[in-house]
């Protein structure tokens, strides 16, 4: 695997036809128009714009003021390409781009939007704000499990997985339903998302083989029992390890060691995103969700996780783990990846007669 650092100068304006930055009366805009967004969203207006639909529709269906639906819809129509407007002053989202839609407001401005809001208090004593669990929770409902990461549990034979910050334990619970033999452990310290992944794992039928813990992530070793610890196979944790950031690296090390310690000569996969800010001057089109995603970061007090898989492989080797693969995906907007590590084998002297692994 090889990896490139280029350093790349920031987006000017109209550069390959995309500006880079907006004025004031833009951004403010944009605040407007996301907020306006959000609400539409929570009073159903949004999801029911899949067909052109009139304003005296939406409003008598959904007993909302006509005249103010009408006044903010065109105000979107007019300041965003998200809602359209056709000759016969119908509204209309594209289908397909609606459930995206959903997801991203639902995250940065229902979940992240009251931290972001509290930044002065970072500014000020680092104290960062709260995360909205419900609207976290409402945007990954309908957020399915990792394909290639389900296809790489597959191939690994995986039959007890522990999965850490599970979210809505949708990757368990696809695994349970394919394999009659296979237990999942996961832990999510978002209450309402532990709702969803009993609620979900109960409907498929696979509940007696998945337990959600709620809790922190970090302290798996002091809820499993020795006997359950010795059982797990794997570690999953997607979006878990870049909350570790806010001082630095040493803390996502320490994590990491400390798993090492528990769940010694055992494979970790971890699905995260590559941070931007401070880190990199990439073309805006190219990192423009990164950037949101860092700044949620700072505000809800989780740091700007590294750069490049260079910075994480130091971060594996600190914490003595063995790094041994990586798929990495630019999508748009975002850099993702797939890294795949193993935790220190036990010192022989110490070992307590756990069954071989593959």
């Not at 000017?12 to 995309?18: A, K, M, P, T």
């Not at 159903?44 to 009139?54: D, E, N």
């Not at 009993?198 to 029992?225: C, H, M, P, Q, T």
Request: hydrophobic fraction near 40%; include cysteine.
């Amino acid at each position: 695997m090889s990896w490139n650092r280029r350093g790349m100068a920031p987006d000017r304006e109209g550069v390959r036809g995309i500006p880079a930055r907006t004025d004031l009366a833009g951004a403010l805009q944009g605040y407007y128009a996301i907020e306006v967004l959000l609400q539409l969203l929570h009073c159903g207006v949004l999801t029911r714009l899949s067909q052109p639909t009139s304003v005296e529709n939406l409003s008598q269906s959904l007993r909302l003021h006509s005249g103010i639906l009408a006044a903010l819809l065109d105000f979107l129509s007019r300041t965003t390409d998200i809602v359209k407007r056709d000759k016969r002053a119908r509204y209309k989202i594209d289908a397909p781009k609606i459930p995206e839609i959903v997801f991203q407001i639902e995250k940065f401005a229902g979940a992240y939007g009251p931290a972001v809001r509290e930044l002065g208090g970072v500014l000020v004593s680092e104290r960062h704000g709260a995360i909205d669990e419900r609207a976290l929770s409402r945007a990954f409902a309908e957020v399915g499990a990792d394909r290639v990461m389900k296809e790489i549990a597959r191939q690994a034979g995986l039959k007890c997985l522990l999965d850490l910050g599970c979210g809505s334990a949708q990757l368990l619970i696809e695994l349970a339903i394919e394999d009659p033999g296979f237990r999942g452990i996961g832990f999510e310290i978002n209450g309402e998302m532990c709702k969803l992944a009993r609620k979900r794992s109960r409907a498929a039928g696979v509940n007696s083989r998945i337990r959600i813990y709620e809790g922190d992530g970090r302290r798996f070793g002091s809820v499993l029992s020795e006997r359950t610890l010795r059982s797990i196979d794997a570690v999953h944790g997607r979006s878990f390890l870049n909350a570790f950031f806010r001082s630095g690296t040493d803390e996502a090390a320490a994590v990491l060691r400390e798993m090492g310690r528990l769940l010694p000569d055992r494979a970790a996969w971890f699905i995260d995103y590559y941070g931007e800010l401070g880190k990199s001057w990439r073309p805006l089109r190219e990192c423009q969700l990164a950037l949101l995603q860092d700044v949620a970061q700072i505000a809800s007090g989780q740091g700007v996780p590294p750069a490049d898989a260079e910075d994480w492989v130091r971060i594996y080797d600190d914490a003595g783990c063995e790094f041994s693969d990586a798929l990495q995906i630019q999508h748009p907007g975002i850099r993702t990846f797939i890294h795949q590590v193993r935790f220190p084998a036990l010192n022989p002297a110490n070992r307590l007669g756990r069954t071989a692994r593959a």
